[in-house]
Protein backbone atom coordinates (compact mmCIF):
# COMPACT_ATOMS: atom_id res chain seq x y z
CA UNK A 1 0.00 0.00 0.00
CA UNK A 2 1.37 3.43 -1.25
CA UNK A 3 2.48 5.76 1.90
CA UNK A 4 2.28 9.16 1.01
CA UNK A 5 5.01 11.84 2.68
CA UNK A 6 5.06 15.54 2.25
CA UNK A 7 7.93 17.89 2.87
CA UNK A 8 9.72 21.10 2.37
CA UNK A 9 7.00 23.44 4.40
CA UNK A 10 8.47 26.30 6.55
CA UNK A 11 7.95 29.73 7.42
CA UNK A 12 8.71 32.15 4.69
CA UNK A 13 8.14 36.27 3.93
CA UNK A 14 5.21 37.80 1.47
CA UNK A 15 6.52 37.18 -1.73
CA UNK A 16 9.05 34.32 -0.91
CA UNK A 17 9.26 30.76 -2.14
CA UNK A 18 8.92 27.26 -1.38
CA UNK A 19 9.37 24.17 -2.62
CA UNK A 20 7.12 21.29 -1.19
CA UNK A 21 7.42 17.65 -1.79
CA UNK A 22 5.52 14.58 -1.85
CA UNK A 23 7.39 11.44 -1.65
CA UNK A 24 5.33 7.73 -2.19
CA UNK A 25 6.52 4.29 -0.49
CA UNK A 26 5.68 2.72 -3.43
CA UNK A 27 5.13 3.15 -7.36
CA UNK A 28 2.71 6.16 -8.10
CA UNK A 29 2.78 5.32 -12.06
CA UNK A 30 -0.82 4.15 -12.30
CA UNK A 31 -1.79 6.70 -10.58
CA UNK A 32 -3.84 8.52 -13.08
CA UNK A 33 -4.33 12.22 -11.21
CA UNK A 34 -2.03 13.21 -8.33
CA UNK A 35 -2.81 16.64 -6.21
CA UNK A 36 -2.03 18.95 -4.08
CA UNK A 37 -4.15 20.07 -1.46
CA UNK A 38 -4.27 22.57 1.73
CA UNK A 39 -6.24 23.13 4.74
CA UNK A 40 -5.89 26.55 6.98
CA UNK A 41 -6.66 26.93 10.27
CA UNK A 42 -10.36 26.77 10.81
CA UNK A 43 -11.22 26.26 7.35
CA UNK A 44 -12.16 23.23 4.89
CA UNK A 45 -9.41 21.75 2.67
CA UNK A 46 -9.12 22.33 -0.71
CA UNK A 47 -7.81 21.09 -3.96
CA UNK A 48 -4.87 23.37 -4.64
CA UNK A 49 -3.50 21.86 -7.98
CA UNK A 50 -3.24 18.52 -9.74
CA UNK A 51 -1.50 16.81 -12.38
CA UNK A 52 -2.25 13.79 -14.72
CA UNK A 53 0.13 10.61 -15.70
CA UNK A 54 0.21 12.78 -19.06
CA UNK A 55 1.39 15.82 -17.20
CA UNK A 56 -1.89 18.12 -17.83
CA UNK A 57 -2.25 20.37 -15.07
CA UNK A 58 -4.81 22.09 -13.17
CA UNK A 59 -4.44 24.87 -10.68
CA UNK A 60 -6.89 26.35 -8.61
CA UNK A 61 -7.76 30.75 -9.12
CA UNK A 62 -6.10 31.23 -6.33
CA UNK A 63 -2.84 30.06 -6.83
CA UNK A 64 -2.79 30.44 -11.04
CA UNK A 65 0.33 31.87 -12.03
CA UNK A 66 2.54 31.78 -8.86
CA UNK A 67 2.49 27.75 -7.96
CA UNK A 68 3.90 24.58 -10.20
CA UNK A 69 3.37 21.13 -9.97
CA UNK A 70 5.24 18.68 -11.31
CA UNK A 71 5.49 14.59 -10.91
CA UNK A 72 8.47 12.02 -11.37
CA UNK A 73 6.84 8.94 -11.70
CA UNK A 74 10.50 7.21 -11.83
CA UNK A 75 11.08 8.64 -8.43
CA UNK A 76 7.86 8.55 -6.84
CA UNK A 77 7.47 11.83 -6.48
CA UNK A 78 5.17 15.05 -6.53
CA UNK A 79 6.43 18.49 -6.33
CA UNK A 80 4.52 21.66 -5.76
CA UNK A 81 6.52 24.67 -6.61
CA UNK A 82 5.00 27.75 -4.51
CA UNK A 83 6.36 31.65 -5.64
CA UNK A 84 5.20 35.08 -4.88
CA UNK A 85 3.32 33.69 -1.67
CA UNK A 86 0.98 35.32 0.01
CA UNK A 87 -0.06 35.44 3.88
CA UNK A 88 -3.76 34.02 2.44
CA UNK A 89 -1.51 30.61 1.35
CA UNK A 90 -0.47 29.86 4.86
CA UNK A 91 -2.27 26.43 5.56
CA UNK A 92 -0.91 22.49 5.62
CA UNK A 93 -0.63 21.95 2.52
CA UNK A 94 -0.92 17.50 1.66
CA UNK A 95 -0.59 15.32 -1.51
CA UNK A 96 -2.69 12.80 -2.46
CA UNK A 97 -4.65 11.24 -5.76
CA UNK A 98 -7.33 13.06 -7.16
CA UNK A 99 -10.40 12.40 -6.50
CA UNK A 100 -8.33 12.07 -2.70
CA UNK A 101 -8.46 8.72 -0.87
CA UNK A 102 -8.61 8.41 2.93
CA UNK A 103 -5.89 6.17 2.90
CA UNK A 104 -3.22 8.25 1.54
CA UNK A 105 -3.96 11.47 3.45
CA UNK A 106 -0.57 11.75 5.34
CA UNK A 107 0.76 14.49 8.32
CA UNK A 108 0.95 17.33 5.66
CA UNK A 109 3.30 20.22 5.86
CA UNK A 110 3.00 23.35 7.40
CA UNK A 111 3.66 26.68 5.33
CA UNK A 112 3.27 29.80 7.09
CA UNK A 113 3.94 32.92 5.25
CA UNK A 114 4.24 36.20 7.66
CA UNK A 115 6.43 39.34 7.99
Known amino acids: QVQLVESGGGLVQPGGSLRLSCAAS????????MAWYRQASGKQRELVAT???????YYADSVKGRFTISRDNAKNTVTLQMTSLKPEDTAVYYC?????????WGQGTQVTVSS
Open 96 to 104: NENPARDRY
Open 26 to 33: GSIFDIYR
Open 51 to 57: ITIGGST
